[in-house]
C-alpha cells in the first residue's frame, strides 16, 4: 500500500515534457539548484537544505525553438567565457564544491544534450529608470517680445505661448560594461525635477555598449497656449516672454545584472543524491552587487524653460 502510494504521488509531481527553458521560467522561488537524470529523461528540482520540489519530464524533441520577435533581444546572451570574468565567479564554484564536491567536472550553460537555447545566461538592463545628475549647470535668461492679433479698438489681445520644458543632449559612453560589447541597449533615463517645472521628466534612448559611443537624446514636454488681454481705448499691447536656458554637464549610471544558470557535469556521480548534471541559478549562487556591473555615460545637455510671460497695453 505505501508502495502503491509513493507511485501515485511521484507521477502527479512528474509532469509533461518540458524543454528546459520553460522550465526555469516556471519553477518557484524556493528552488536552487536542479538535477538532470539523463538516463530516466528527468529533472529533479531541490531547495536550499536539499529537499525535493517537483520532477519534470524533459524534452528532447526535435521541434524547433521559438522564435523571438524582436530583432534585438533585450537581454542578450552571454557566454561561460563571459561569466568568469565576474570578480565573484568564485564563489559560483564555491557553491558546486560544497554542494557536490571538487572531483572531475566540466561547465557548461545549458543542458548537455539541450538544443534550446532560450534559456542561456543573459545581461539585462537591471533598474526601470536610471537617474540622471544634473551636476554643474550654466544658465541664462532672455526675453522675447511677442506680438498679438488685436481684435477691435475695445478688444483682446491675442498671443501664443509656449509654456514647458524641453532639452536636449549629446552623450557618450565613459564606461562600457565588459559583457556584450558592441551590442545596444533600450535605457530609460530619468530628469530630476526643475523648478519651474517641479516635476520629475524621463526618457527612452537606445545606448550602444562601446567606450566613447556617441547618442543623441531630444525631449519636449512644451504645450503652446493662447493668453488675451484686454485692450481698452484702442490703446498700444504688446506681450514677452522669459526663457531661462541652461548647459549642463549631465550623467548616469546604468545597472546591468547578469542571470541564468550554470550546469556543473560530473565525471562520478556527484553529493548524496547521486546524480551526474546539476545546475545552480547565478541570481541563488550570488548577490545583485555579485553579479552587476555599470554603464558610465556623460552628456552636455541643453535645456530651456519657461520662466514668466506677461503682457501690457500703452
Not at 7 to 27: G, K
Request: aromatic share 8%.
Amino acid at each position: 500500500m505505501i508502495i502503491y502510494i509513493a507511485v501515485i504521488l511521484f507521477f502527479l509531481r512528474l509532469t509533461s515534457a518540458i524543454p528546459f527553458y520553460q522550465l526555469a521560467r516556471r519553477l518557484p522561488r524556493d528552488i536552487t539548484h536542479i538535477a538532470h537524470d539523463e538516463e530516466r529523461g528527468v529533472y529533479h528540482t531541490f531547495r536550499s537544505d536539499d529537499s525535493r520540489g517537483g520532477t519534470y519530464e524533459d524534452d528532447d524533441s526535435d521541434d524547433d525553438e521559438p522564435s523571438d520577435k524582436k530583432d534585438k533581444p533585450a537581454c542578450p546572451a552571454v557566454s561561460l567565457e563571459e561569466l568568469k570574468t565576474l570578480g565573484s565567479w568564485s564563489k559560483v564554484e564555491a557553491f558546486a564544491d560544497r554542494k557536490w564536491g571538487t572531483t572531475q567536472r566540466s561547465l557548461s550553460i545549458k543542458p548537455a544534450k539541450d538544443k534550446f537555447v532560450k534559456h542561456l545566461p543573459k545581461i539585462c538592463v537591471d533598474t526601470e529608470s536610471a537617474p540622471v545628475d544634473m551636476g554643474n549647470k550654466q544658465c541664462s535668461v532672455s526675453r522675447l517680445d511677442l506680438k498679438g492679433g488685436l481684435e477691435g479698438t475695445n478688444g483682446t489681445l491675442r498671443m501664443n505661448i509656449k509654456q514647458g520644458y524641453s532639452n536636449t543632449a549629446v552623450w557618450s559612453v565613459s564606461k562600457a560594461i565588459t559583457f556584450a560589447v558592441g551590442l545596444s541597449f533600450e535605457v530609460r533615463l530619468k530628469v530630476p525635477a526643475v523648478s519651474e517645472v517641479g516635476v520629475e521628466t524621463s526618457f527612452r534612448t537606445e545606448i550602444e555598449n562601446e567606450k566613447t559611443s556617441t547618442y543623441e537624446t531630444r525631449m519636449d514636454n512644451t504645450v503652446t497656449q493662447e493668453v488675451r488681454i484686454a485692450v481698452i481705448g484702442g490703446k498700444s499691447c504688446s506681450g514677452w516672454i522669459d526663457s531661462k536656458s541652461c548647459n549642463v554637464n549631465a550623467k548616469a549610471r546604468i545597472r546591468f545584472a547578469v542571470e541564468g544558470w550554470v550546469w556543473f557535469n560530473y565525471v562520478a556521480k556527484a553529493s548524496q543524491n547521486g546524480h551526474f548534471k546539476w545546475a545552480v541559478p547565478l541570481q541563488n549562487a550570488l548577490s545583485l552587487d555579485e553579479r552587476s556591473d555599470w554603464m558610465e555615460t556623460t552628456g552636455d545637455m541643453k535645456t530651456s524653460t519657461t520662466a514668466d510671460y506677461g503682457g501690457s497695453c500703452k
